[in-house]
């Protein structure tokens, strides 16, 4: 019988059916006032959690106890049963359920792959790197996905050469159809009328825009939101998947990864029902290919990274980068002072919507932080407060070991470093700018393609065994003006561009 297998603890990541052992098992869910008082996190992300939490607790009624508390501490002291709960999905989480005597902890949910599986898969690799493609081909292999037999779907492990298209020339929108978008309910508008109380209070603060709410909270929003995109957008998604354009926050980007985070869908579901999409003709195998990759690949990656390093990886800043992030980024922008317009229209999107996609996080955002040298911590944490999907697991390796190159290179053979002239090609930003992209010095000096050099200039000792960098820094040598340009960044600082 159901009560025979305990109560299951859903922590507010763990929201979808697979988390459970059987339809009718008891469920606890608790909500935490005080997660939210102890950093500024984005208005949209709370709204999202705080609906998901209540909007389950409501579908399941009377097979689940919903302890709303200032602490997870204070909510477990309401408790007079013994508890089971799927390994949480932080560090912190891991420590804080492993103390609780009448907790049992369970292995992990919510990846393709299991932590064993990884660890046996590392251990295996002996001194080599833990490579991404190696590591997403050995999934597709042994979970037998865009595989024809030992073959890869379309003759090819990877179609990123097919992905990297710039924008449609003169275009202000990709022209994909739009999203899927949820209607609020009286839940949301609770939701928010507790968030303005809260805020009235002061007992919390938030950066950001409210709402409305863009991405799915229930288990059949989530279901829709995957049928819709798969349908609709996936056949468009793969060419201009790195693309920008200032006119076009989503392109042609799944929004699923906030719900895939808050555990709503199973992400072998949705790899399956996208490799459906390529077997039934409706979505060519590049889109695809590229949308799994993102999936079973670096998703799972990133999970598994996040607990095969040690906790103090976190802590990393092999670059020395000692700025502190500034208010006006920390703010997103909240006063409209950056002119930089590809910083301008990310931390915009972020501010609205709460969101951005991959290309905006690594190559504007993470890049110019980069650049300026600030305290990767500082920046690992802007990351998780201020989006939507943002977690502990997916932004310590994502920002310290992708974004900063804090870790030295464990995880990025080169830092994600770039110049104007790469949003330039990647983006319509440049167009309308009052920096230019191939200018270096002056009033008129792309911030990116300035900070590239300086970025390079104060690395070179560090950088210089790098053989990925080995010709910007032979070219560094010789660079026409780098004092100038040194000096130039210096003094801006962390000055709004």
């Given at each position: 019988?159901?009560?025979?297998?305990?109560?299951?603890?859903?922590?507010?990541?763990?929201?979808?059916?697979?988390?459970?052992?059987?339809?009718?098992?008891?469920?606890?869910?608790?909500?935490?006032?005080?997660?939210?008082?102890?950093?500024?996190?984005?208005?949209?992300?709370?709204?999202?959690?705080?609906s998901a939490l209540r909007h389950r607790a409501v579908e399941l009624g009377r097979q689940a106890r919903f302890v709303q508390a200032d602490t997870y501490t204070a909510a477990l002291a309401q408790i007079d049963e013994p508890l089971t709960v799927c390994g949480p999905t932080t560090h912190a989480a891991q420590r804080f359920v492993e103390r609780q005597e009448?907790?049992?902890?369970?292995?992990?949910?919510?990846?393709?792959?299991?932590?064993?599986?990884?660890?046996?898969?590392?251990?295996?690799?002996?001194?080599?790197?833990?490579?991404?493609?190696?590591?997403?081909?050995?999934?597709?292999?042994?979970?037998?996905?865009?595989?024809?037999?030992?073959?890869?779907?379309?003759?090819?492990?990877?179609?990123?050469?097919?992905?990297?298209?710039?924008?449609?020339?003169?275009?202000?929108?990709?022209?994909?159809?739009?999203?899927?978008?949820?209607?609020?309910?009286?839940?949301?508008?609770?939701?928010?009328?507790?968030?303005?109380?809260?805020?009235?209070?002061?007992?919390?603060?938030?950066?950001?825009?409210?709402?409305?709410?863009?991405?799915?909270?229930?288990?059949?929003?989530?279901?829709?939101?995957?049928?819709?995109?798969?349908?609709?957008?996936?056949?468009?998604?793969?060419?201009?998947?790195?693309?920008?354009?200032?006119?076009?926050?989503?392109?042609?980007?799944?929004?699923?990864?906030?719900?895939?985070?808050?555990?709503?869908?199973?992400?072998?579901?949705?790899?399956?029902?996208?490799?459906?999409?390529?077997?039934?003709?409706?979505?060519?195998?590049?889109?695809?290919?590229?949308?799994?990759?993102?999936?079973?690949?670096?998703?799972?990656?990133?999970?598994?990274?996040?607990?095969?390093?040690?906790?103090?990886?976190?802590?990393?800043?092999?670059?020395?980068?000692?700025?502190h992030v500034p208010d006006w980024f920390q703010d997103l922008d909240a006063e409209g002072n950056v002119q930089a317009r590809c910083l301008s229209e990310s931390l915009r999107g972020v501010r609205e919507n709460g969101w951005a996609h991959h290309i905006q996080r690594l190559m504007i955002l993470g890049n110019y932080a980069l650049q300026r040298g600030w305290?990767?911590?500082?920046?690992?944490?802007?990351?998780?407060?201020?989006?939507?999907?943002?977690?502990?697991?997916?932004?310590?390796?994502?920002?310290?070991?992708?974004?900063?190159?804090?870790?030295?290179?464990?995880?990025?053979?080169?830092?994600?470093?770039?110049?104007?002239?790469?949003?330039?090609?990647?983006?319509?930003?440049?167009?309308?700018?009052?920096?230019?992209?191939?200018?270096?010095?002056?009033?008129?000096?792309?911030?990116?393609?300035?900070?590239?050099?300086?970025?390079?200039?104060?690395?070179?000792?560090?950088?210089?065994?790098?053989?990925?960098?080995?010709?910007?820094?032979?070219?560094?040598?010789?660079?026409?003006?780098?004092?100038?340009?040194?000096?130039?960044?210096?003094?801006?600082?962390?000055?709004?561009?």
């Amino acid at each position: 019988m159901a009560d025979d297998l305990g109560r299951r603890w859903l922590f507010a990541d763990q929201l979808g059916p697979h988390f459970l052992d059987q339809l009718r098992q008891p469920v606890l869910l608790v909500e935490s006032r005080n997660a939210f008082a102890r950093r500024r996190f984005h208005r949209q992300k709370a709204h999202l959690v705080l609906s998901a939490l209540r909007h389950r607790a409501v579908e399941l009624g009377r097979q689940a106890r919903f302890v709303q508390a200032d602490t997870y501490t204070a909510a477990l002291a309401q408790i007079d049963e013994p508890l089971t709960v799927c390994g949480p999905t932080t560090h912190a989480a891991q420590r804080f359920v492993e103390r609780q005597e009448s907790v049992t902890v369970l292995p992990a949910r919510g990846f393709v792959t299991s932590r064993a599986d990884f660890a046996n898969w590392a251990a295996n690799r002996g001194r080599r790197r833990l490579l991404l493609e190696d590591f997403y081909r050995d999934v597709r292999v042994r979970r037998e996905i865009l595989m024809d037999g030992t073959t890869p779907a379309g003759g090819r492990w990877n179609f990123d050469h097919d992905n990297r298209q710039p924008p449609p020339r003169g275009s202000s929108r990709l022209g994909a159809p739009d999203p899927w978008w949820p209607e609020e309910d009286e839940i949301d508008v609770q939701v928010r009328d507790d968030l303005d109380r809260w805020e009235r209070d002061d007992s919390v603060g938030f950066v950001g825009s409210d709402g409305p709410r863009r991405f799915a909270v229930t288990r059949s929003e989530a279901l829709s939101a995957l049928q819709h995109f798969v349908e609709h957008r996936l056949p468009v998604f793969g060419a201009h998947e790195d693309a920008m354009l200032a006119g076009d926050d989503w392109m042609a980007h799944s929004l699923l990864s906030a719900p895939l985070n808050l555990g709503l869908l199973d992400p072998l579901e949705v790899v399956e029902a996208a490799e459906e999409s390529y077997r039934s003709g409706h979505a060519p195998i590049a889109a695809v290919e590229g949308f799994v990759r993102q999936i079973i690949g670096w998703r799972d990656w990133t999970w598994h990274l996040y607990w095969h390093f040690d906790q103090e990886y976190r802590t990393r800043n092999a670059l020395n980068a000692r700025r502190h992030v500034p208010d006006w980024f920390q703010d997103l922008d909240a006063e409209g002072n950056v002119q930089a317009r590809c910083l301008s229209e990310s931390l915009r999107g972020v501010r609205e919507n709460g969101w951005a996609h991959h290309i905006q996080r690594l190559m504007i955002l993470g890049n110019y932080a980069l650049q300026r040298g600030w305290r990767p911590d500082q920046v690992t944490d802007w990351f998780h407060r201020s989006f939507v999907d943002g977690y502990d697991w997916v932004m310590v390796t994502n920002v310290v070991g992708m974004s900063q190159h804090a870790d030295g290179g464990l995880l990025a053979t080169k830092p994600y470093a770039a110049g104007g002239a790469y949003i330039n090609k990647m983006s319509d930003y440049c167009g309308s700018c009052p920096y230019d992209p191939k200018v270096r010095v002056g009033p008129d000096a792309c911030p990116f393609s300035a900070g590239y050099w300086w970025f390079l200039s104060r690395n070179a000792e560090r950088l210089r065994d790098n053989h990925r960098l080995a010709r910007p820094l032979k070219q560094l040598e010789t660079l026409e003006g780098i004092e100038e340009v040194v000096l130039q960044e210096h003094d801006r600082g962390s000055e709004a561009p």
